[in-house]
């Protein structure tokens, strides 16, 4: 019998842990942050993860700083497994890294055009190590959750055994209104950009007029978001490369395509076409093209398949196209910002 893919056993638990049969959301606790690394949302859902996967474990980060912050395997059938098969097999190893949002006063989901990454950029395949044998690289394939955190009013609260309990205890009620498991290609598939990025770099150090000053030079990077876009708001999608039409438990709802810019070339040689699969519906004529893509002449496409439970999809529900769904900023200049100018009141410059 062939092992289950674990992206999609992974995307279920999540799915019915954090939302009713209806899709609402459930209310659940979070608590307080020990310290400014520490994150209780991804132990909580490492937690979910580690109770109810079935025959495979969630080894969570054990630091802070450390990325991914959770990997999913099979481990006797990645013991002593080659390389190359590891690096593709979803049904034996995933990375997951959560990406936590809040919903800004428009209803809108924050930094909807673009996420920090800081120094880890997105990628669908990433870099973990081995606890043995020295700590030998291993390069696996690399997901990444979003999901949209609210606060939750003490009104949403219906379980008698939390009722009347303090905040202190029990932490702070909290609910998830969209979550996205999301294959890391749509994001970025430069695995030699992810490696520069995060690899070792140089410092500039003896700054200063003491020259005790230091640069790390530390890259910050912003990616997209695929909460941004509204057809993964307000719902619960796993997108991915794979072609998972044969799992009974999902159906498709989305073709993604991502457009490649001319001077990709290289990152995707050797990519098929685009896959149909079943009837396809114009997206929305309507959206701004001018906010969601850039101009970049197209070498080639990238093709995704968005996926939902099956009791979440309409019976009448047909398969749409959405070509570069998620937002973009209309513009974005080459120099950073200067930091923010201090203007004092009330006095003015001598006369020139």
């Known amino acids: 019998m062939p092992l289950s893919d674990l992206t999609v056993d992974t995307f279920l638990i999540l799915r019915n842990a954090f939302f009713n049969e209806d899709g609402s959301p459930k209310t659940f606790f979070l608590r307080d942050k020990k310290n400014t690394q520490s994150d209780p949302l991804d132990e909580h859902i490492a937690s979910v993860l580690s109770q109810q996967l079935k025959d495979s474990s969630c080894q969570k980060s054990k630091g802070p700083l450390t990325s991914p912050d959770m990997v999913i395997a099979r481990e006797r059938e990645c013991d002593?497994?080659?390389?190359?098969?590891?690096?593709?097999?979803?049904?034996?190893?995933?990375?997951?890294?959560?990406?936590?949002?809040e919903r800004t006063k428009s209803g809108k989901v924050a930094r909807a055009s673009g996420l920090d990454y800081n120094t880890t950029p997105p990628c669908g395949t990433v870099r973990i190590y081995y606890a043995v044998n020295d700590g030998r690289e291993l390069h696996i394939r690399g997901y990444y959750l979003f999901v949209c955190l609210e606060k939750a009013s003490n009104e949403s609260i219906t379980n008698e055994e939390v009722l009347g309990k303090n905040e202190e205890v029990l932490g702070k009620p909290v609910f998830m209104s969209a979550l996205t498991l999301c294959d890391g290609n749509i994001l970025n598939r430069d695995f030699d950009y992810y490696r520069k990025i995060t690899g070792k770099r140089e410092k500039s150090i003896r700054l200063g007029t003491y020259g005790d000053g230091v640069n790390r030079n530390r890259p910050m990077t912003i990616f997209a978001n695929p909460l941004g876009a509204k057809e993964f708001d307000y719902s619960v999608t796993l997108i991915t490369q794979e072609n998972l039409s044969e799992d009974s438990r999902i159906g498709l709802v989305y073709q993604v395509i991502r457009n490649i810019p001319k001077k990709y070339k290289e990152v995707v040689e050797g990519l098929g076409k685009v896959e149909s699969l079943g009837e396809i519906k114009d997206q929305d004529e309507t959206r701004d093209q001018e906010e969601i893509g850039a101009q970049d002449e197209v070498e080639s496409q990238s093709v995704f398949y968005a996926y939902r439970q099956v009791e979440d999809i309409c019976e009448d529900w047909q398969v749409q196209e959405l070509i570069e769904p998620f937002p973009k900023p209309k513009k974005r200049e080459v120099s950073t910002q200067e930091r923010g100018k201090f203007r004092l009141e009330n006095v003015g410059p001598a006369n020139s």
């Open 80 to 101: 002593k497994v080659p390389q190359e098969v590891l690096r593709t097999d979803v049904s034996r190893i995933v990375a997951v890294e959560v990406k936590k949002l």
